[in-house]
């Protein structure tokens, strides 16, 4: 057990609404991750967090955005929602980073499955 | 540019064959990591392996073993007499220790073992 949690597990809203997925790890992590996954496009980095109230944009942030104001927290926000943002949401956290001999593998939440009709 | 790819996007064998999922990646990093992961039906993502690139010696676990060889690239992924079991999407990853915190993931291989 990675201790991450992701709520909630499923949401179905509509187009314009915003929506808030929640990621919570009890392991201490530093670094957590918000990635989407859609087919043919594996897993697609959306925002990370290197520390409290520190986050920069991944490959797909348009729409987009997270705050972590606390270590276990790291909060993604879609503020009006769109029907390209439907897919699969997997927070994962690591707390080792390019510290040599090994940087940390990540920890997966179990996926929040968003649909936005 | 992608930073790994995974070119095979679907396999299927019959069970107690011999599979290799390939992964190339591209870096120009000297020092960097790379990682295979398994999501089963079920969804979740499972770690599998972790290799450094200082380090090239191959790895053996059970039924699974991973071929590292910098000269290409790639860090091939194989699974020897498959089972059903063994049916899930495979990703691989990497990580570069001079570009920040991101880990970079192929678009995956969906593996299906036939009984």
């Known amino acids: 057990d990675a201790g991450i949690t992701q709520s909630p597990r499923h949401k179905v809203t509509e187009t314009g609404t915003p929506v808030t997925l929640r990621c919570h790890q009890t392991e201490n992590h530093r670094y957590m991750y918000w990635y989407r996954q859609d087919p043919g496009h594996g897993l697609r980095l959306i925002h990370y967090s290197y520390g409290v109230k520190d986050t920069d944009k991944g490959e797909v942030s348009d729409g987009y955005s997270v705050s972590r104001s606390k270590t276990e927290d790291f909060l993604l926000t879609l503020e009006s929602a769109t029907s390209s943002q439907t897919s699969v949401y997997f927070c994962?956290?690591?707390?080792?980073?390019?510290?040599?001999?090994?940087?940390?593998?990540?920890?997966f939440g179990e996926g929040s499955r968003l649909t936005v009709l | 540019a992608q930073k790994v790819t995974q070119a095979q996007t679907e396999i299927s064998v019959v069970e107690k064959e011999d599979v290799t999922l390939d992964c190339v990646y591209e870096?120009?990093?000297?020092?960097?990591?790379l990682f295979w992961y398994k999501q089963p039906p079920s969804g979740e993502l499972v770690f599998l392996i972790r290799r450094n690139s200082f380090d090239e010696q191959n790895e053996i676990s059970g039924r699974y073993s991973w071929n590292f060889q910098k000269s290409t690239s790639s860090f091939n992924f194989t699974i020897t007499a498959s089972q059903v079991v063994d049916s899930a999407v495979y990703f691989c990853?990497?990580?570069?220790?001079?570009?920040?915190?991101?880990?970079?993931f192929g678009t995956g291989t969906s593996l299906t073992v036939i009984p």
């Open positions: 990853a990497l990580s570069e220790e001079n570009t920040g915190n991101q880990f970079y």
């Open positions: 994962a956290a690591t707390s080792q980073i390019h510290s040599r001999p090994n940087t940390g593998e990540l920890f």
């Open positions: 870096t120009r990093d000297t020092t960097y990591y």
